[in-house]
């Protein structure tokens, strides 16, 4: 089956430097990007199994999000577009670890054990994002899936959520869309222009964005995008590559930091977008006259979508149940407005967006961000196809046609097989739009109490266990007692205490009435941990 080829080539061309094991975890496999070849070679490997398990196309990106630039990553993209299945994470995993004298003996594992059809076709979408170490790791791809005999497509330089859009476009036989750069760009700004069009500007809405690209793909493909938008939407993009990728700026800058990032020139009241550096996640925000900062996180951008949905669904009078699916880090503020005043069924998930992705799938609509501004609108088949069916239909009122027709063309601007950045950003101009709504305005529909995080180091994080969605801790016995005390001290108080999946610590999280007040909780909490 050439595995013994591959085991050779990798041997020879791709050894193995590492001997830490390395976790296949929710970014996939993270490293410096020196350590990183022979882990991508694997994965280019272990890609055209699953595509041959699959019998349909998967795809590989190569990229490290919001980390610092000397960082890079692989991660594998399931037929639909989905995360890679949590079984064959561990796969993954082990075929990683594996050393170059067993690399042959776990490859005929695989194969063995899942019952591999070997003569099927291994069909592969790779795509990086801009950092320097990324065409040298797209080549050890290449590599891997050669020489399994499958068949690559190199993207080049594109964003995480394009790559997933690609997978799905071909496993669907184009039903989701044209798998080319054009056709996402179509797809996405068809539906823009659209919904714009259905609404004439009004109120405070300027159609004008500053957007920072992170110095990464993001600030390429937004351009490109623009172009799509006519006089709908204008962007000034900064932050375009001429500096080091997510350095002082980016989505994740923005959002640690609380402040706008360096770059960009974010005039006063100014409505400003970031995205990280794969362009799947975004935050928005304003610098005021009083030069304090104000961010529109994933809360804030889960709140306007939910809203304006749940309206399109009642004018349309259809029978669709719609929901909205957080973490505990959302902002105990944002689940009330949510809950009670847009009145938004909201679920709680698990951090990690595959949790969220599946808590989602339980309504017809599922919205789902994570406060760190990554996520998306997903609908169900069904749904989808009650949408359509209505609109086809001759005999309804007009109104409820052209909720109707919302509803589909929200569709087609949003990206439903993962979140990203570039299509978030078109349907939050949209809604804004709509709303005739400032940035301000936006900003004004709820107050956000007052929250802090903080990391503690402890010998064994795994040691806290939790449930509920991680609300409550489990383990050790008495932690969860001690934290209901200290939390009913405090006016509209909350904390919870998890391990961090992709560091070696574990995560506090509390909120109260007041700054002081929450701060003083986080501290108490995190003592308990110790
Ligand atoms: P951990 O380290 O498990 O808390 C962090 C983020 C997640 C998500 C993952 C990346 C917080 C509190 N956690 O997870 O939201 O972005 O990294 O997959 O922001
Ligand atoms: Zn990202």
Redesign the pocket.
């Known amino acids: 089956f050439h595995v013994n080829q591959a085991a050779e080539s990798g041997r020879r061309n791709f050894s193995k430097k590492v001997d830490k094991d390395v976790m296949y975890?929710?970014?996939g496999f993270r490293e410096k990007a020196e350590a990183l070849d022979y882990i991508i070679y694997r994965m280019g490997l272990l890609a055209v199994l699953r595509a041959k398990y699959k019998n349909a196309a998967i795809g590989l990106m190569i990229t490290a999000s919001h980390n610092p630039e000397p960082d890079n990553g692989v991660k594998l993209i399931d037929p639909h577009g989905e995360m890679l299945e949590v079984k064959w994470e561990k796969i993954a995993s082990a075929l990683a670890n594996a050393s170059d004298d067993k690399l042959e003996e776990v490859l005929d594992d695989i194969v063995k054990s899942e019952s591999i059809n070997m003569s099927r076709e291994g069909c592969v979408f790779i795509g990086q994002d801009t950092r320097p170490s990324s065409p040298s790791l797209a080549r050890a791809a290449v590599a891997g899936i050669k020489v399994l005999s499958g068949l690559p497509t190199d993207f080049g330089v594109v964003t995480t959520p394009m790559l997933h859009f690609f997978v799905t476009c071909r496993n669907t036989q184009g039903a989701y869309g044209e798998a080319t750069e054009k056709g996402y760009f179509t797809k996405l700004s068809t539906a823009f222009n659209k919904l714009c069009a259905s609404v004439k500007l009004s109120g405070n809405y300027k159609p004008h964005v500053f957007f920072d690209g992170a110095n990464g793909v993001g600030a390429v493909k937004m351009k490109a995008l623009a172009g799509y938008l006519s006089e709908n939407l204008s962007v000034d993009i900064y932050n375009k590559g001429s500096g080091k990728l997510n350095y002082m700026c980016g989505a994740d800058y923005v959002k640690v930091q609380q402040r706008a990032p360096s770059g960009v020139p974010a005039p006063p009241g100014e409505r400003c977008v970031s995205v990280d550096g794969d362009a799947d996640r975004l935050v928005y925000y304003y610098v005021d006259e009083g030069s304090v900062f104000h961010m529109l996180d994933g809360d804030r951008i889960a709140t306007l979508i939910a809203g304006y949905l749940m309206e399109l669904v009642h004018a349309s009078g259809l029978a669709i149940n719609l929901g909205l699916v957080q973490?505990a880090?959302a902002n105990g503020s944002s689940t009330h407005y949510i809950a009670n005043v847009l009145k938004v069924p909201v679920a709680c998930a698990k951090?990690?967006?595959k949790f969220l992705h599946e808590k989602a799938l339980e309504f017809d609509i599922g919205v789902y961000f994570?406060?760190?501004g990554?996520g998306t609108v997903i609908a169900s088949e069904k749904t989808t196809r009650l949408i359509k069916d209505t609109i086809s239909k001759t005999e309804i009122p007009a109104e409820q046609r052209s909720a109707a027709e919302g509803l589909a063309d929200v569709f087609g601007v949003i990206n439903q097989t993962v979140g990203d950045a570039l299509s978030d950003l078109l349907l939050v101009e949209v809604v804004l739009r709509t709303k005739g709504w400032s940035i301000q305005d936006w900003l004004g529909t709820y107050v956000d109490l007052p929250n802090r995080?903080l990391k503690v180091t402890v010998k064994d994080r795994r040691v806290i266990q939790t449930t509920d969605a991680e609300r409550i801790c489990e383990n050790p016995e008495g932690l969860q007692k001690k934290i209901d005390e200290l939390v009913a001290k405090y006016e509209r108080g909350r904390a919870f205490v998890?391990p961090?999946?992709?560091?070696d610590i574990v995560?506090v999280?509390a909120e109260a009435d007041s700054q002081e007040n929450t701060d003083r909780l986080a501290a108490l909490v995190a003592q308990a941990v110790y």
């Open positions: 975890g929710t970014a973490t880090y951090t990690g967006v994570e406060a760190n990554h995080q998890r961090s999946g992709t560091e995560r999280y």
